[in-house]
């Protein structure tokens, strides 16, 4: 059994202060299933081959 975890953000919901909320997204048996992680980052300071912050 393999699981997948793949932390992104999503671009197209920006608040007022320009922040956007990180979504994980957890894929098994090829069914997935996105919730946010409850933090929010900068989209300029997202890494998405890291999948991480840069600051």
Known sequence: M?????YLVN???INSNGICV????ITLK?????FSTG??????????????ALK
């Open 30 to 34: 090829k069914q997935r299933k996105v």
């Open 39 to 52: 933090f929010n980052v900068n989209p300029e300071n997202w890494n998405n081959k890291k999948q991480k």
């Open 2 to 6: 393999r699981i997948n975890l793949l």
């Open 11 to 13: 671009r197209h919901k």
């Open 22 to 25: 990180i979504l994980c997204r």
